[in-house]
């Protein structure tokens, strides 16, 4: 039932992409989510202004060399001739799609009228997407969007078709208001509600953990494709198992706890090689927590992770719980 989505130009292969997460969806994670299965996925939430000031680290975001697939480079801000202006440089950089943040909860970022808070002006809003949409040229232009700023306001449906009119080739729906952040369940419905109301691509996103979360999501609110956010981290093998569902094939078996320790060490590798060593370790240690979440043990192997400074003292803790867990040496996790 696979069935490829097109937004604007672009062909995605598969109704399967990973969200923007920052601190985590970097470009070895996006190799890794594409070699798995994502159609599409997205860079880390960067600054319009910090791309516009020359920030290094900013720059090193938008750093997509040797992408494996098609990437969306999402940009946050305010100011529209900012955006337009970073939109370019998105553009420049080899951007399938420039995404515009209308999502980020954070109080940093939302008292700046950045993120989430542009769902409460709209005007401001399609102005701002009619500038990218301008300066992006054949490069569809995205929004991602949250289900509004609180229950009192929410308001996706009308942002959606703001956003649209003013040019936007598809929309992404987390379906949680801004004054949830990222718990209690996600509302489907109100991404069935702007599927109902836009005529462009919409991307489903919100608590999708298995394959049947993926299903399910499709079915129930029309969407054109599933996003993947929180449980693809450390977590690859359920995007595969996902894009299997998707094309109606058997699910492959679950990793087991050799390839899953493989797998996080080639990670740590790839980090090492793309960030050098002090970076990788230490961006390293929130997403080797992922990929060992739920193993016999995990809460200790985890503290002893986060005292380790280099990437070989982390290899050789990986290796020695693997042993150790062959040997039925390693002990439940309340067990002493
Ligand atoms: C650590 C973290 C960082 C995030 N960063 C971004 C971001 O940069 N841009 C964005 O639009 N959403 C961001 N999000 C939200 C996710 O893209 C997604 O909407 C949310 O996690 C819900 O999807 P999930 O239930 O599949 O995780 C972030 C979420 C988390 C947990």
């Not at 697939?69 to 999402?74: K, T």
């Not at 808070?117 to 991602?144: F, Q, S, Y």
């Not at 078709?161 to 369940?185: D, I, N």
């Amino acid at each position: 039932m696979s069935a490829t989505v097109k937004i604007g130009p672009v062909t995605l292969d598969a109704p399967l992409v990973t969200a923007p997460m920052a601190g985590f969806t970097d470009r070895i994670f996006r190799r890794l989510a594409r070699e798995a299965g994502a159609a599409l996925t997205y860079t880390e939430m960067i600054s319009a202004q910090g791309l516009i000031y020359q920030s290094k680290a900013t720059w090193a975001l938008l750093d997509l060399k040797d992408e494996p697939g098609p990437v969306a480079v999402q940009l946050f801000g305010r100011e529209p001739e900012i955006l337009a202006r970073a939109t370019k440089m998105a553009v420049a950089a080899g951007a399938a799609l420039v995404d515009l943040n209308m999502g980020c909860p954070t109080p940093k970022i939302v008292k700046n009228g950045e993120g989430a808070a542009l769902m409460r002006d709209l005007p401001l809003a399609a102005d701002i997407v009619a500038a990218m949409v301008e300066a992006a040229g054949p490069v569809p232009v995205t929004v991602k969007m949250r289900k509004g700023w609180d229950e009192d306001s929410v308001n996706v449906v009308e942002v959606a078709r703001a956003v649209v009119e003013a040019g936007a080739k598809a929309v992404a729906v987390h379906g949680r208001t801004r004054s949830q952040f990222y718990s209690g369940r996600a509302d489907w419905d109100c991404i069935r509600r702007v599927k109902e109301a836009v005529p462009v691509p919409v991307i489903g996103n919100g608590d999708v953990r298995t394959p049947a979360d993926a299903l399910a999501m499709l079915e129930q609110t029309g969407c054109d494709a599933v996003m993947v956010g929180r449980a693809a981290v450390g977590n690859p093998w359920l995007l595969s198992a996902i894009r299997a569902a998707l094309e109606g094939k058997e699910l492959p078996p679950p990793p087991d706890l050799a390839e899953r320790m493989a797998m996080a060490i080639r990670h740590l590798n790839m980090m090492v090689e793309a960030k050098g060593e002090k970076t990788a370790v230490k961006e390293m240690r929130k997403v080797l927590a992922c990929y060992i979440k739920g193993l016999p043990g995990a809460a200790r192997l985890r503290q002893h992770l986060f005292t380790l400074d280099t990437a070989g003292e982390v290899i050789g803790a990986l290796e020695a719980y693997t042993r150790d867990y062959y040997q039925k040496k390693v002990r439940a996790p309340h067990a002493h």
